[in-house]
């Protein structure tokens, strides 16, 4: 949540992002994250809420960002993209010329002392791998619990692991299955290639609940494909977490 340190990163991204720019079909998000020692926690969120006071005191314009706090300590702010170029922290630049450059610098030297490390990535949206049929929304009214599945595959195996992903769709549609979900692809920064798939529900009780209650509507044809897809893949890994509105911030 701090500037660039350097000018070479972004003169990267913007050399590389008409090359790898998307459809708009397909968003795109920048993802932060800041490693936060768990002792410090109180106070990490403590200065963020103290900084996002400022943002709305100012009616700072820039971005918008929703927040995902895992159980492994990490915060993700997610802000939707429209290439690697949108890759910045103009936000905090803009808050720096309204605020002040040293009440700015002084958060982040608070903020800097709760985490060891920080990185940015990107991840791309994949409508056609999604199984949302109500409607595709990062944000389900009421259902701020999340359980992320991350596929790590080969680069060599993409298409097949697409595939894999529409047959796991094709399936939940058939049958009606309640357990939404949404798929993203690691881009630009990601910690090797993978897709991520999000579920959102209630709590983890009523997550367990409709994970139960699907795999016994999808049966045996639902449990082959699920079984291809994670024996497609090179490694995968859990996360729980909760999406915190409290540490959000919406342009107005």
């Not at 350097?6 to 920048?30: E, F, G, R, V």
């Not at 700072?60 to 706090?69: D, E, F, K, P, R």
């Not at 940015?120 to 999340?146: A, F, S």
């Amino acid at each position: 949540m701090k500037t660039l340190k350097t000018p070479m990163l972004l003169a990267i991204l913007l050399m590389l992002s008409p090359l790898i720019s998307i459809a708009q079909d397909n968003p795109m998000y920048w993802i932060h994250v800041d490693d936060v020692k768990p002792s410090m926690a109180a106070e990490y969120e403590a200065t963020v809420k103290e900084a996002l006071g400022l943002l709305n005191q100012h009616n700072i314009q820039s971005a918008g960002m929703i927040a995902l706090a895992t159980n492994d300590s990490k915060y993700h702010f997610i802000s939707p993209i429209k290439n690697l170029g949108d890759v910045n922290y103009k936000i905090w630049k803009d808050l720096s010329d309204k605020a002040g450059q040293e009440v700015v610098s002084n958060l982040f030297k608070k903020m800097d002392k709760c985490y060891d490390n920080e990185r940015d990535y990107v991840l791309t949206l994949r409508k056609e791998l999604t199984y949302m049929p109500d409607g595709i929304t990062q944000t389900p009214e009421g259902r701020n619990y999340r359980k992320n599945y991350l596929f790590y595959v080969a680069p060599g195996n993409r298409a097949a692991v697409d595939e894999k992903f529409k047959a796991v769709k094709e399936v939940y549609a058939k049958k009606g299955a309640k357990e939404y979900y949404r798929v993203y692809k690691s881009g630009f920064g990601a910690d090797g290639e993978h897709y991520l798939v999000s579920i959102a529900a209630k709590d983890a009780m009523d997550y367990a609940k409709t994970e139960e209650e699907t795999m016994e509507l999808i049966g045996d044809e639902g449990k082959k494909v699920l079984d291809e897809l994670f024996g497609s893949s090179l490694k995968y890994k859990v996360i729980d977490g909760y999406m915190r509105p409290d540490l959000a911030y919406k342009a107005k």
